[in-house]
């Protein structure tokens, strides 16, 4: 419908259960619209000098009037008749100002990003969020377009001078972030592909021996009462060291002597009973005596978060041992309990269970998987106040 456009003419138009749709006919492409739910809108179409048949919102009425309304499609007609699309022009901006936006992000922002969009729910996101601020923090304020491979390659090499290993769980760790930044236009197509591993990894072989970790048990009394009975309990329970570095009250059961860890504290994401033998039970006995009322950690030095800065221990421990037990790791204890207790006639299942590793075979039931967290306990109780004495007995200095 055509109607020469008043305030009187469209103050008289009621919503329908469709679209009304009036044009103007002073101003040609000029159009009136009112919704079903009563929102009235300005809309003109022109097409452009040698281009295609462009529509404009022009504004709500009556915040833009009749008269508004045939200037703007006035000026519009000019420029299209000039061939200048409006429409064109601001895809054109908008492109600009995202690649701008882009441009100007910076590590620190896709730092932040990365951890809110793809990092935080895992398990190990503090770890793995730690391990780029130490080895690619420095670039924080570069902005992610000057990010080169040879910026990335340069911090895993760096890293592999001193420490190989660790080099390579950076370079997966840059992998991820890369694509992460790759996927959202952040990093520039090729930026983070074919990234070197520091080194080919071999199975480890090298096996403490009973001996050696009883005087590492010895060597722990010279490290202090926090360390030193972190590193105690690490070795008598046989768990993983972050399960015991961050060990909360709230998952020691004192009356059943058992760690209890819930599934989003341990590797496998399944929740895991410890036993704690009689010198474990000794150690968590004295940190609970110099513990706050109010403390969440078992092991801190600052009170409100879990113990770290292990590297260090280690080389204080070495210094303590004059350095006579040669290429160990912490992760070896777990390793020097299975062993040895297998070497003993310990059932391998038993061990397993305690050292919480996930079976091999077909994947259980639903009710299997329920029965087996507590599969085995008394055997796994057992086993533990086997090791206990084995590491415990005769170990401690007797000035201790």
């Not at 749709?21 to 022109?46: C, I, N, Q």
């Not at 000057?146 to 890293?159: F, G, H, P, S």
């Amino acid at each position: 419908m055509q109607v020469s456009l008043t305030d009187k003419y469209l103050k008289s138009l009621k919503p329908n259960t469709e679209r009304i749709e009036v044009s103007d006919t002073v101003r040609r492409g000029l159009r009136f619209r009112l919704s079903p739910m009563g929102h009235a809108t300005w809309v003109y179409e022109k097409r452009v000098k040698g281009g295609p048949k462009r529509k404009h919102t022009l504004g709500e009425y009556p915040l833009v009037s009749i008269k508004d309304a045939r200037r703007i499609s006035a000026e519009i007609q000019v420029e299209a008749d000039a061939g200048i699309d409006r429409v064109a022009i601001k895809e054109q901006e908008k492109l600009a100002n995202e690649e701008n936006r882009h441009n100007t992000k910076t590590v620190r922002h896709l730092f932040s990003d990365f951890y809110d969009l793809h990092v935080k729910n895992l398990r190990t996101a503090e770890d793995n969020m730690k391990v780029l601020w130490d080895n690619f923090g420095q670039h924080a304020d570069t902005p992610c377009s000057q990010v080169t491979n040879l910026m990335l390659q340069d911090a895993i090499d760096k890293k592999a001078r001193t420490a190989p290993y660790q080099a390579n769980r950076l370079k997966a760790a840059l992998s991820k972030l890369a694509k992460f930044a790759r996927q959202r236009g952040y990093f520039g197509p090729d930026v983070g592909r074919d990234l070197a591993k520091a080194i080919k990894e071999q199975p480890r072989e090298r096996e403490l021996s009973l001996d050696e970790v009883r005087r590492i048990y010895c060597a722990t009394f010279a490290l202090g009462d926090t360390f030193g009975a972190a590193l105690r309990l690490l070795l008598l329970t046989a768990q993983r060291r972050s399960e015991i570095a961050k060990l909360q009250w709230s998952e020691v059961n004192f009356e059943g002597r058992y760690l209890n860890l819930g599934a989003a504290r341990t590797k496998n994401g399944e929740g895991h009973i410890t036993h704690l033998c009689d010198a474990s039970m000794a150690e968590i006995a004295d940190m609970r005596a110099l513990a706050d009322e109010d403390a969440q950690y078992v092991f801190t030095t600052t009170g409100y978060s879990p113990i770290s800065g292990f590297t260090k221990t280690k080389n204080k421990l070495n210094e303590v041992l004059e350095n006579s037990i040669k290429d160990w790791r912490f992760h070896d204890f777990r390793t020097a309990f299975a062993t040895t207790m297998c070497d003993l006639g310990e059932d391998e299942a038993v061990v397993d269970r305690v050292l919480n590793h996930k079976a091999s075979g077909s994947a259980p039931s639903p009710v299997a998987r329920i029965y087996n967290r507590a599969k085995k306990l008394k055997e796994r109780r057992m086993l533990l106040d086997r090791w206990g004495l084995l590491v415990s007995t005769d170990a401690i200095p007797e000035d201790s």
